[in-house]
């Protein structure tokens, strides 16, 4: 069964960093495209970043290239998100999300769908 597991969510204040972590099972993690997206209240969940592991292909909203960086660790079925300069419209809570090459998550523009796998989420609050 494919679970996504993340963590590293928190309060930090404008300008600072955090690292988010997905830990993934359940899956063949090179077959695998798996990123990030979010969701602040009132607005739709958008695409932040993500890998396809099978090429190395990468994605980055156009919100946070420059700060955010996505990188993985395939021994230990795990993604990053490195998040840097945060400012306050980052604010969201940030889900792991993952999939096959029928989810959505392989070409752009990244749209999920019933095939692609969620985590629960971490919140992720920038302060003034």
Known sequence: EVQLVE???GL???GGSL???CAASG???DNYAIGWFRQAPGKEREGVSRMRRTDGSTYYADSVKGRFT???DNAKNTV??????LKPEDTA???CVAGSRNSGLYYFPLRPNSNAYWGQGTQVTVSS
């Open 70 to 72: 996505i990188s993985s």
């Open 12 to 14: 930090v204040q404008a």
């Open 19 to 21: 690292r988010l972590s």
């Open 80 to 85: 990053y998100l490195q998040m840097n300069s």
């Open 93 to 95: 809570v940030y889900y």
């Open 27 to 29: 899956f063949t993690f």
């Open 7 to 9: 963590s590293g969510g």
